[in-house]
């Protein structure tokens, strides 16, 4: 595994000194419901990576046996229509709401935003400080979802995560569950479907294809985001767990806690500054960053949120 220090091309983060907190919704949670919900065994599999693509400063490695009870966990990222009917149920106001503006990718915004000369993010200028920008406005005021509701619902901070799975009566995988679900009963491979990207030329994921961030070929079909069920599901019947958006998972984000720390159903450091991310994005590539491998890691501010950040559910079993 290579020492590199590249910062994540997907990530985007707001950097607050004093992040907003969750929201503590004063509703009556949805009755507990698991349909659509996939039951997985737990058991012991092998976490991490110790593979030379590998970031080594992301703490990827070691290569640790992990052992899980059992859980449920969706099949796909929430979606537009699914995150619609939390706000409509709830009022909620998301964070990117409340700052009034969210991280748009200036391949996705139209010319009369890029006429505004858009105030862009330090360390990577293809990210642009969008007023009006949200789960409902992805790239702007002059945007909407009414043709992308099986979507992955996008702009969603952690906290705003958070908040959907108190709703929903459900909460976020750990960042141990959603490696060995993403994983599919593999074991050890790059990606949850084996090792080689594109298996006899055949795309299984939605990630940037050409150049980044110059130019994309668009050769898996899509430039922003996909359908959340797109692609083949892996061994699990998880669909885009590399890909398409980046997933919060509930843990505290650390690259060394993990080195020496508990190995039954681990849920991370009791503290820290971002929250883990897994399973890259649409904008991910090998010539940049090739976080789009199962064993991957990335983290945010848990109030940050951009146009390729989503998440999926979990549920005890």
């Known amino acids: 595994m290579e020492n590199k220090n590249q910062p994540a091309c997907c990530?985007?983060?707001?950097?607050?000194?004093?992040?907003?907190?969750?929201?503590?919704?004063?509703?009556?949670?949805?009755?507990?419901?698991?349909?659509?919900?996939?039951?997985?065994?737990?058991?012991?599999?092998?976490?991490?990576?110790?593979d030379e693509e590998g970031f080594l400063a992301d703490g990827e490695g070691p290569i640790r046996a992990i052992k899980l009870k059992p859980f449920y966990i969706s099949p796909t990222a929430v979606t537009n229509l699914q995150f619609q009917e939390f706000i409509q149920a709830t009022g909620y106001i998301?964070?990117?709401?409340?700052?009034?503006?969210s991280f748009v990718f200036d391949g996705l915004l139209s010319e009369k935003i890029k006429n505004t000369d858009p105030q862009v993010a330090a360390n990577a200028p293809w990210w642009c400080v969008i007023p009006g920008a949200r789960w409902n406005q992805p790239e702007g005021p002059d945007s909407h979802i009414?043709?992308?509701?099986?979507?992955?619902?996008?702009?969603?901070?952690?906290?705003?995560?958070?908040?959907?799975?108190?709703?929903?009566?459900?909460?976020?995988?750990?960042?141990?569950?959603?490696?060995?679900?993403?994983?599919?009963?593999?074991?050890?491979n790059k990606y949850p479907w084996g090792n080689e990207l594109t298996p006899d030329g055949e795309h299984r994921c939605n990630?940037?294809?050409?150049?980044?961030?110059?130019?994309?070929?668009l050769e898996d079909g899509f430039l922003g985001t996909a359908p959340v069920d797109s692609f083949k599901p892996n061994d699990f019947?998880?669909?885009?767990?590399a890909g398409n958006v980046w997933e919060w998972c509930s843990d505290w984000f650390s690259a060394t806690f993990h080195i020496n720390g508990?190995?039954?159903?681990?849920?991370?450091?009791?503290?820290?500054?971002?929250?883990?991310?897994?399973?890259g994005s649409?904008?991910?590539?090998?010539?940049?960053?090739?976080?789009?491998?199962?064993?991957?890691r990335s983290s945010?501010?848990?109030?940050?949120?951009?146009?390729?950040?989503?998440f999926r559910c979990a549920m005890d079993l």
């Not at 019947?237 to 767990?241: A, K």
């Not at 508990?262 to 399973?279: A, L, Q, S, W």
Request: proline share 7%.
């Open 207 to 217: 990630i940037w294809q050409g150049s980044f961030p110059e130019y994309n070929s």
């Open 237 to 241: 019947g998880l669909y885009n767990v």
């Open 11 to 50: 990530t985007a983060s707001r950097g607050s000194e004093n992040p907003l907190a969750p929201t503590k919704l004063d509703v009556v949670p949805k009755p507990v419901n698991n349909n659509n919900m996939i039951p997985l065994p737990g058991g012991s599999f092998l976490m991490g990576t110790e």
């Open 282 to 296: 649409f904008l991910c590539h090998k010539s940049y960053c090739n976080r789009y491998r199962v064993a991957a």
């Open 94 to 101: 998301t964070d990117a709401e409340k700052y009034e503006w």
């Open 146 to 188: 009414n043709d992308r509701m099986n979507h992955p619902v996008v702009h969603v901070s952690w906290n705003d995560a958070m908040t959907y799975c108190q709703w929903a009566a459900k909460r976020l995988p750990t960042e141990a569950e959603w490696e060995y679900a993403a994983r599919g009963s593999l074991v050890q």
């Open 262 to 279: 508990t190995i039954e159903n681990p849920k991370g450091p009791v503290k820290g500054e971002t929250k883990v991310m897994r399973g």
């Open 300 to 310: 945010n501010t848990s109030d940050s949120s951009a146009s390729n950040l989503g």
